[in-house]
């Protein structure tokens, strides 16, 4: 466990008998959230109208769950994070540093002199999506710069294609799309509900029933990296997220719906996160996109030529549509 971890310079493990527990980095992996949006709902239209000229990510909280082998030792490490509040935490299996400052202790337990400690920490310091008016010497070391462009062509063995984002399929990403997207971006969006009355000497309500609209919906997109190696996770990583954290809407495309979905970055939370011991990484995660103005519709054909003609009837108002 020496040398996976230093603290401020000094190797975590020799200093104070700690190391983090296994599956324990994928709270730190994870992209925060933007900072709150404005968003405005129009009564007569679907969804929302949201500003995302200039998106930024917020701060994150986080817990990382550490393996101590003296629990004695814990006041020595709550000693050094006491002193001051931010600290360098150098994860050599990551291949990156963070600027984290202590929040809480949430969970501490020992047998005789092992133990484990939760300990939740604060990241101030988020990547960024450099645009024209971004003040590159104002920011931190600590704030990676989002500009990893996707590959040329999707990797050798990848077996994937069909969801495409702004026009790059995800294959170009490294990044596979698991069961259950499909069903998720075809679940309806929630009724935006219309005035209602409710009177207490009247049974029921009077609704105002003579249109429906519907909000603005959360899509799960379930995501899989598998990289050679850390520095080609990392690769992947932000190549996806710097094509997701770009100001304006994104587009979202589905073989399966033969359609494309405005959309925008609303969070991201990593369910698996393993380093093997052939440095492999397994990575999956859930990235939340909000689709600001879904609308249910049905899937319709129209007869046309072998030339691409669509066929019109007399009067030459009407197409000979087909229900599929």
Known sequence: MVGKLFIDGLDAFSEYGIFVEQYGYKALVQMPSFKKLSSTEWPEYDGEEVDLSAPLLDSKTFSIPFCITDILSASDLFEVLSDGSYHIFDFAELGKSYKLRL????????????????????????????????DIESLNEYNTLLNQAPYATAPAGFKQNGYEMDDVDFSHFGVYVLDGTDRNIQKAPNVRENLKVDVTNRPGVSYDGESVFYKAKDVA?????????????????????????????RKLYNDNSLEKYNCYYKSNAVTRFDIRRNGRVWCEFTVTLTFPDSRPDGNYCVLATEDKEVVITEPEEGLIVFRI
Do not use: C, H, M
Request: hydrophobic share 50%.
């Open 221 to 249: 997109i379930k995501l899989f990296i598998y990289a050679d190696n850390i520095a080609q996770f990392w690769e992947r990583w932000y190549a996806l997220f710097t094509a997701l954290l770009k100001p304006e809407l």
């Open 103 to 134: 929040l809480t202790n949430p969970a501490l337990s020992a047998k005789i002199q092992l133990g484990k400690i939760t300990l939740n920490f604060a990241d101030d310091f988020p990547p960024v999506y450099p645009t024209d008016e971004t």
